[in-house]
């Protein structure tokens, strides 16, 4: 499996050059978990395959916006495949609208400060570790979190625990990955 | 340089880092972020958590054809969907920014509520059905009393309210459920405006109040 530097080598690579055999490189890595991701969520196999397909084009297309400063590779790509799942179900809620948003994006585009781009780094660089040593309640917590629809009242129900458990241990792994991140634990 | 002294919760952050957060809560959690760098960080940690998980899981079967067929569209020529139209917004007091998270959604004009009250339906292009609006309340006056069935989060464009427990300026975000009863009231040196989105019925006292109710559809 590639370290993460190598997929950052392959995501710039893309980015400067076009170079197309480091974009099979990523696609060899990411496409397959990228469908996983979106058969998880209840994605039908069929489409899961049409959507993983279109989000490593935006891969290709976005290159030139990945910033390895800013987040790791497997991060942006993340980002990439949520957004367009989200953009995808949207529209097929509203068949109604007349125009598509161009390739809408969750955030803001906003430029970090030069000490946030110092934080992302140390924070990429130590989170899986961090994510290791995170109690397995709240680890889980934030697993379903990304795997479900509507997370808090599904998590919730899921593992028979008020609503309010739920709210407080996100709370919790946030505050400990944060900590954990800083040194402080 | 505001200072920001309410932020949305970690379980929004996380919903919104997920992808889960339904679209008008999004638009409103993303106001809040275009001036909270401490909240940025906050979301740009969450995702690189939902990053890490993508990177560890168990890579799915693709169709053998997959990496032939997306080869074969990023050859072909980029449909350009042009630049989003600028929708219609009402207008806004000099020195206040129309929220980037709001680029593409339509808004009324300010229509009024009551005295010292305007309100402004805020309409998502990719979904309609969202509950979004703006409201503009005039110097010392209170907002509508009100509970919620349901949360309803509010994030202070421009000037400043108070809530009964804590005062709420420009970049302020609220989070309300029906544990409290809200009687927001509008400082004195100004008007306020704030972007607010409701997700369940919001249950009025009043009869201005009923008719807001009645007109956003609540």
């Given amino acids: 499996m590639p370290t993460s530097e190598e997929l950052n080598r392959l995501a710039q690579a ?11 490189a990523l696609f060899k890595h990411f496409a397959p978990r990228v469908k996983t ?22 891969v290709w297309r976005k290159a030139a916006t990945f910033d390895a400063e800013r987040a790791s590779v497997s991060t942006w790509i993340f980002t990439i495949a949520r957004n367009l799942r989200v953009d995808h179900f949207r529209r097929m809620g509203n068949r ?66 008020p609503l309010g458990t739920v709210k407080s241990r996100v709370r919790l792994a946030v505050l400990h990955l944060r900590r954990l991140l800083d040194g402080l634990e | 340089m505001m200072t920001i002294q309410h932020h949305p919760d970690d379980d929004l952050l996380l919903a919104l880092a997920a992808g889960s957060l339904a679209r008008g809560h999004s638009v409103v959690v993303a106001s809040h ?19 890490t998980m993508l990177d560890a899981l168990p890579p799915a079967l693709l ?100 809530d009964g427990r804590a005062r709420f300026g420009p970049g302020d975000f609220d989070e309300a459920d029906g544990s409290f009863e809200h009687q927001p009231v509008v400082e004195a040196g100004g008007e306020c405006i704030c972007l607010a989105s409701v997700d369940g019925r919001v249950l009025f006292k009043g009869a201005i109040a009923r008719t807001l109710g009645a007109l956003v559809g609540m």
């Fill in chain 1, 14 to 24: 893309v980015a400067r050059s076009a170079d197309r055999q480091a974009f099979a």
């Fill in chain 1, 37 to 58: 991701y979106l058969v998880r969520l209840g994605t039908a196999d069929g489409l899961a395959e049409e959507l993983t397909q279109e989000a490593m084009v935006s």
């Fill in chain 1, 96 to 161: 109604t609208v007349e125009a598509e948003a161009p390739d809408g994006e969750e955030m803001p585009d906003t430029q970090p400060q030069p000490d946030e781009l110092l934080l992302t780094h140390q924070r990429e660089t130590g989170l899986r570790q961090a994510m290791e040593r995170l109690p397995a309640e709240q680890l889980r917590v934030l697993r379903l979190s990304f795997y479900e629809e509507q997370p808090h009242a599904q998590i919730a129900q899921e593992l028979g625990i």
């Fill in chain 2, 33 to 51: 972020l275009e001036h909270c760098a401490h909240c940025r960080q906050r979301v740009e940690l969450l995702e690189a958590v939902g990053g």
């Fill in chain 2, 63 to 162: 169709a053998p054809e997959a990496l032939a067929r997306t080869m074969a569209a990023i050859d072909a020529p980029v449909e350009r969907t042009g630049a989003r139209p600028s929708a219609p917004h009402p207008a806004l007091p000099a020195g206040m920014r129309w929220p980037q998270s709001l680029a593409g959604c339509s808004a009324t004009r300010w229509r009024w509520l009551g005295p010292g009250m305007r309100w402004s339906r805020v309409t998502l292009p990719d979904d309609a059905a969202a509950n979004v609006f703006l409201l503009r309340i005039g110097a010392g006056k209170n907002l509508p009393a009100h509970t919620h069935s349901d949360c309803e989060l509010t994030q202070v464009l421009y000037g400043a309210f108070h």
